[in-house]
C-alpha cells in the first residue's frame, strides 16, 4: 500500500522559513516523480512544485517560485519542500503527492499544515 | 497557463440521482485530464485519469468524457458516500491546474 506521510508543518512569522518532510513507503520512490499540491483553507488545490524521478526536472508555480525549494532523498524514500521568505498567503494544508504518469497525481498524503501569522 | 473553470458550483441532489460535472479549459488539450474526489476532512484521491480511465477501486458508477476543452464526470446513481467536492485537473502543460471544484450535496 501507497503511504505518504508529511510532517515539518507548524506557525511560523512572516518572512520566516519551514522544512516539509514527506516519507514514502509501499512503493519504489526512485521510479516515480514527486509533486507538492496546497489547499488554503476553504479553498480549491494549488499545485506548487514537481520533482522528476530521475532528478533532472523541477517545475514550480510562479506563486512560490524563487521561495521554495523541492529535494528528494531516494536512499531515505523522502521529498522535501523548503520554504523561505514565508507570507500569510503561503497558510494551507499541503500535501505530498505521486505522479503516476507525467502529472497524473495518483496517491496522496493526508497532509501538513502551515500557517504563517504574526 | 491552462485555467479550468468547473460549473455547476454546487450541484444539490438526492440519492440515486444522476450527477452531471462539468470541466471546461481556456484552451484545447490532450487527453491529459484528471478527477479527484475530496471529501470533508480528508485528502483528495483520484477518480479517473486520461479523461476515462477509472483509478484502482473506483466503481463504474463514475465515467469520464470529454475532448477539447469540454470534459464531463457523470455519476450516474448518486451513492451517500459520493457527496463530496471534485476537482478536475490537467496534465498537458506545466504548471499543473485544477478547477475551482465542484461541491455535490444532499439534496
Known amino acids: 500500500e501507497v503511504q505518504l506521510v508529511e510532517s515539518g508543518g507548524g506557525l511560523e512569522q512572516p518572512g520566516g522559513s519551514l522544512r516539509l518532510s514527506c516519507a514514502a513507503s509501499?512503493?519504489?520512490?526512485?521510479?516515480?516523480?514527486m509533486n507538492w499540491v496546497r489547499q488554503a483553507p476553504g479553498k480549491g488545490l494549488e499545485w506548487i512544485a514537481y520533482?522528476?524521478?530521475?532528478?533532472?526536472?523541477?517545475y514550480y508555480a510562479d506563486s512560490v517560485k524563487g521561495r521554495f525549494t523541492i529535494s528528494r532523498d531516494n536512499a531515505k524514500n523522502s521529498l522535501y519542500l523548503q520554504m523561505n521568505n514565508l507570507r500569510a498567503e503561503d497558510t494551507a494544508l499541503y500535501y505530498c503527492v505521486r505522479n503516476e504518469d507525467v502529472g497524473v497525481l495518483d496517491s496522496w498524503g493526508q497532509g501538513v499544515l502551515v500557517t504563517v501569522s504574526s | 497557463e491552462i485555467v479550468l473553470t468547473q460549473s455547476p458550483a454546487t450541484l444539490s441532489l438526492s440519492p440515486g440521482e444522476r450527477a452531471t460535472l462539468s470541466c471546461r479549459a481556456s484552451q484545447r488539450i490532450s487527453s491529459c485530464l484528471v478527477w479527484h474526489q475530496q471529501k470533508p476532512g480528508q485528502a483528495p484521491r483520484l477518480l479517473i485519469y486520461h479523461v476515462s480511465n477509472r483509478a484502482t477501486g473506483i466503481p463504474d458508477r463514475f465515467s469520464g468524457s470529454g475532448s477539447g476543452t469540454d470534459f464531463t464526470l457523470t455519476i450516474s446513481s448518486l451513492e451517500p458516500e459520493d457527496f463530496a467536492t471534485y476537482y478536475c485537473q490537467q496534465c498537458t502543460t506545466w504548471p499543473l491546474t485544477f478547477g475551482g471544484g465542484t461541491k455535490v450535496e444532499i439534496k
Open positions: 509501499g512503493f519504489t520512490f526512485g521510479d516515480f516523480g
Open positions: 520533482f522528476s524521478s530521475r532528478g533532472d526536472v523541477t
